[in-house]
Nanobody, 122 residues
Framework: QVQLVESGGGLVQAGGSLRLSCAASGRTFSNIAMGWFRQAPGKEREFVAAITWSGSRTYYADSVKGRFTISRDNAKNTVYLQMNSLKPEDTAVYYC???????????????WGQGTQVTVSS
């Protein structure tokens, strides 16, 4: 089992930045891949970014590439999502997830956090 707790969400103006954190506990964090997903009202959950267990490879949705950066600190059992140049369309609940491979498919992740709200005002 892996328990995940997100933090860092909030309200920000367009063009601003936020950094989300996801603290993990339970199974050895350094052995698992991590991902960030988001879900806006009335929309399906969508992939945002993923990172391999070692941090050597990262993957991004086209909509956030160049603006968001995923990283991890295995010593702190924490994964981060640095979000810059935020847009109103980035407004959503952001979830972190843990799984065995870094993938865009939410079905491949076994453990999920409760989510943190990000609201970007225009």
């Amino acid at each position: 089992q892996v328990q995940l707790v997100e933090s860092g969400g909030g309200l920000v103006q367009a063009g601003g930045s936020l950094r989300l954190s996801c603290a993990a506990s339970g199974r050895t964090f350094s052995n698992i891949a991590m991902g960030w997903f988001r879900q806006a009202p009335g929309k399906e959950r969508e992939f945002v970014a993923a990172i391999t267990w070692s941090g050597s490879r990262t993957y991004y949705a086209d909509s956030v590439k160049g603006r968001f950066t995923i990283s991890r600190d295995n010593a702190k059992n924490t994964v981060y999502l640095q979000m810059n140049s935020l847009k109103p369309e980035d407004t959503a609940v952001y979830y972190c997830a843990a799984g065995w491979i870094a993938t865009m498919s939410f079905r491949q992740y076994d453990f999920w956090g409760q989510g943190t709200q990000v609201t970007v005002s225009s």
